[in-house]
């Protein structure tokens, strides 16, 4: 009963109602202040913000587009100052440049890309370092903060690790094999416990075009991750990203990136190691023996689990000793059984089908084909893995599986067809150590709206009509351990909610009941929930919001919500709507939840 519920919840706010509207919306009690939106400033010299005068050389002094993963990164251990980390995963044309749009038969199309706008959209594209402090509560950015750094499509990255330098990765641009422009579409992400920012190149098969030349050997490699996918244009302007010019250039994108943020100068690191494929995220926990695990999901219909285990040791008091654990270690992949059992398989060159009669060569071409092995090892193909969160207070992790409507046969792991709404997989670690290669798994949730029994959802009896969510993305688990888990699709899936931040009840009676902490505006997903050690604040990104809606000049509606349309944050006609980082804290201050 409701007093029950009440007493083991370990969550006491009052919930938001579900709902749909052009506006954000979060508990009664809390503040949800808009931090940096589209075009805000990085840098005190950076231009204002013009949208109608757009160009390359303002747009990477400014804030970039669509704010995926945000991390947070203590300064000299204080709790009101610290580096706010933040990828910049995509771009739409149709929400950024005005009179790009022309309405044929009801349907917007987006005019040919320019060379300036494509540009643009690199700058646009990759991640944001700034400092922020809190002054009498509230957070502000520091504009002439030291650290503060805008990466790009553009910006000049290393590749290391067992990769690093293979004849697969040399273009005509870069024979060495291990020098890369730029990162894109970084999904989620993480921050190591040595305070470096971690960028997950996930769908990165949109970004080429172009025909690779007949029977070239890398045409089973690139069909296995889309590639061309031609989704941007960039490839009329860069002939990198044309695979008819460069058939390499793929090879080298699809990684997970280290950040150095403790110096704006430093080269980011494409750490070959951890494998190659559509990364969400890289969310990390210090192991009982002190080597660090890196969960990673591949966000892909069928594609599957991963887990990298360093072979170094974290040392807590010696930065510099951590900077390369992510070069030597060894990368799994996840099989769950249906008795509830589970194995990390490891993908080690030579060992079972990993080899030269199957194509391997060496270490290099297991990762960078790591699907192709991971099929052969035979992990099982699950419903979209996306950010996956360890709980060092537990031994478990949650890997949020977001949905995939092709599944035509379940399994004990999948166990729903056209799984709409997604659900929430609980790895219990053997012996709570993280580094076991053996756990038990279980469903903590399936998604979806329990009032329509055809859906299967089985949130507990507790969880309100606000409570239930479908389309788990990214996950957080706070200093006390509690889940909170924040969703991407409610909107598009006409389901009376826009997307948002839910908090998730893991222990005791409480189990499986889920409520409404704070909700987007319309066309938004909630990206990169990111609550501070100390709890008193939840930083979170509004991702392309107003997106199936109308474009900058008003053309189009939304397909899924007619008539709803939005501006948000600025409410303003010369001012197109601007996907933002958004801070939360409890009003008066205190700890949130
Ligand atoms: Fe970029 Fe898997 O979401
Ligand atoms: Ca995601
Ligand atoms: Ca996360
Ligand atoms: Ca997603």
């Known amino acids: 009963g409701e007093a029950r519920a009440q007493g083991s919840s370990a969550f006491s706010f009052p919930e938001v109602e579900a709902g749909v509207d052009a506006d954000h919306h979060v508990a009664e009690g809390y503040d949800a202040d808009v931090l940096l939106r589209w075009g805000d400033k990085v840098f005190a010299d950076a231009p204002e913000f013009d949208p109608r005068a757009q160009s390359e050389a303002a747009q990477e002094r ?137 960028m997950a190149e996930e769908n990165i098969h949109g970004y080429f075009l172009g025909d690779l030349p007949a029977d070239h050997p890398e045409a089973r490699n690139h069909e296995r991750l889309g590639v061309p996918g031609a989704s941007y244009q960039w490839g009329r302007f860069h002939k990198r990203f044309d695979v008819g010019q460069e058939p390499n250039e793929p090879n080298r994108f699809g990684w997970i990136v280290e950040v150095d943020v403790m110096d704006p100068t430093s080269v980011p690191k494409k750490r070959t190691a951890l494998g190659r494929f559509k990364h969400e995220g890289a969310e990390s926990v210090v192991a009982k023996d002190g080597r660090v695990v890196f969960y990673l999901g591949d966000d892909e219909r069928f594609d599957y689990v991963y887990k990298f285990v360093t072979n170094g040791r974290y040392n807590p008091d010696d930065r510099a000793a951590n900077m390369d654990l992510l070069d030597e270690g060894t990368l799994h992949v996840a099989r769950f059984e249906a008795d509830g059992s589970m194995r990390w398989i490891p993908l080690v060159h030579g060992e079972g089908p990993l080899t030269a009669e ?199 509606r939304l397909s899924y919500y007619e008539d709803l349309s939005t501006r948000w944050p600025d409410f303003k006609d010369d001012m197109p709507v601007r996907p933002a980082v958004v801070a939360i804290t409890r009003q008066g201050g205190g700890r949130i939840g």
């Open 358 to 556: 199957n194509g391997f060569e060496s270490q290099a071409d297991v990762l960078i084909e790591t699907r192709r092995a991971a099929d052969l090892l035979e992990a099982t193909p699950m419903d979209r893995p996306e950010d996956i969160q360890p709980n060092p207070q537990t031994g478990r992790a949650y890997v949020m599986l977001t949905n995939n409507t092709k599944r035509t046969e379940a399994d004990a792991a999948n166990p729903r067809v056209k799984n709409a709404f997604g659900h929430i997989i609980e790895i219990l670690e053997a012996d709570g150590d993280f580094t076991a290669t053996t756990g038990r798994w279980e469903i903590l949730l399936q998604c979806g709206d329990p009032a329509v029994a055809e859906v299967g959802a089985t949130f507990s009896t507790e969880t309100t009509k606000n409570g239930w969510f479908g389309m788990p993305d990214n996950a957080a688990v706070d200093a006390d351990g509690r889940l909170w888990v924040s969703t991407d699709g409610n909107s598009m899936a006409d389901t009376g909610r826009t997307d948002g931040l839910w908090a998730v009840d893991t222990e005791g009676d409480a189990r499986g009941t889920s409520r409404l902490f704070y909700r987007v505006p319309v066309g938004a997903e909630l990206c990169g929930p990111c609550p501070t050690e100390d709890m008193s604040t939840f930083f979170v990104a509004v991702q392309h919001p107003g997106d199936g809606g109308e474009d900058w000049e008003g053309h189009g």
């Open 62 to 198: 400014q804030f970039g587009y669509n704010n995926d993963f945000v991390g947070f990164i203590p300064l000299d251990g204080a709790t009101d100052r610290g580096l706010l980390v933040v990828n910049h995963e995509y771009t739409n044309e149709h929400l950024m440049f005005p009179n790009v749009v022309t309405l044929k038969d009801g349907e917007m199309v987006v005019a040919d890309a320019t060379a300036d706008r494509a540009d643009i959209e690199m700058a646009a594209h990759g991640g944001t370092v700034i400092e922020l402090r809190k002054v009498d509560g509230k957070w502000a950015p520091v504009l002439d903060g030291r650290l503060n750094r805008r990466i790009t499509a553009k910006t000049r990255m290393q590749l290391t690790g067992p990769a690093a330098g293979h004849d697969r990765l040399k273009t005509s641009e870069d024979p060495s094999g291990a020098e890369v422009l730029g990162t894109i579409n970084n999904c989620a992400g993480g921050v190591t416990p040595w305070g470096t920012y971690i």
